[in-house]
Antibody, heavy 119, light 111 residues
Framework: QVQLQESGPGLVKPSQTLSLTCSVS??????????WSWIRQHPGKGLEWIGN???????YYNPTLKSRVTISADTSKNHYSLKLTSVTAADTAVYYC???????????WGQGTTVTVSS | QSVLTQPPSASGTPGQRVTISCSGS????????VNWYQQVPGTAPKLLIY???QRPSGVPDRFSGSKSGTSASLAISGLQSEDEADYYC????????????FGTGTKVTVL
């Protein structure tokens, strides 16, 4: 079955760019009509949708983060990525990647990766 | 930024029925389907209910969902100790050029 795995630096300095990758195994990101999403969870808080990329290449972002977020996909490596620029301590969170089917919801999740923004 | 409101906590003894509400608006629950996610502390969320009332394969039938107007509910019948977790409702919101919104979350405690 499809599995997702996040990877990237666990510590990012303020004002720098947070970069994470979600590696997909057991299926192709370029097939099936899925959306490939990023979600984050601040310490002790609820879930926040960051955005997603459709298998066609279309992207959709949370309006509150849109100016700082880029989600891209590399079909040759079967992974997709998140870049969040100009980070502050408020971006410290656990970041999850997830597969979304618009009819079935986010049915496959990665285990999550903790990113701390600190100098 | 949550626009879906849930009670912060709910509890019950083993075997009891617990219900969690999710209040939204005409731009989200009112026109889109609702999903529910279960998150055991320290782990990733898991899809529990999709399309208002459908259970993915492997989800016990003691979990059920419903929707009416701009609100939705999740019911857990025959509460078990392993049901102790955080529960989030979620839906697309059409008011801001597309935004997937999660509820504020409800911590379920099994007494």
């Amino acid at each position: 079955q499809v599995q997702l795995q996040e990877s990237g630096p666990g510590l990012v300095k303020p004002s720098q760019t947070l970069s994470l990758t979600c590696s997909v195994s057991g299926g192709s990101i370029s097939s099936g009509g899925y959306y490939w999403s990023w979600i984050r969870q601040h310490p002790g808080k609820g879930l926040e949708w960051i955005g997603n990329i459709h298998y066609s290449g279309s992207t959709y972002y949370n309006p509150t983060l849109k100016s700082r977020v880029t989600i891209s996909a590399d079909t040759s490596k079967n992974h997709y990525s998140l870049k969040l620029t100009s980070v502050t301590a408020a971006d410290t969170a656990v970041y999850y990647c997830a597969r979304e089917d618009q009819a079935y919801g986010m049915d496959v999740w990665g285990q999550g990766t903790t990113v701390t923004v600190s100098s | 930024q949550s626009v879906l409101t849930q009670p912060p906590s709910a509890s019950g003894t083993p075997g009891q029925r617990v219900t969690i509400s999710c209040s939204g608006s005409s731009s989200n629950i009112g026109i889109n389907t609702v999903n529910w996610y279960q998150q055991v502390p320290g782990t990733a969320p898991k899809l529990l209910i999709y399309s208002n009332n459908q259970r993915p394969s492997g989800v016990p039938d003691r979990f059920s969902g419903s929707k009416s107007g701009t609100s939705a509910s999740l019911a857990i019948s025959g509460l078990q100790s392993e049901d102790e977790a955080d529960y989030y409702c979620a839906a697309w919101d059409d008011s801001l050029n597309g935004l997937y919104v999660f509820g504020t979350g409800t911590k379920v405690t099994v007494l």
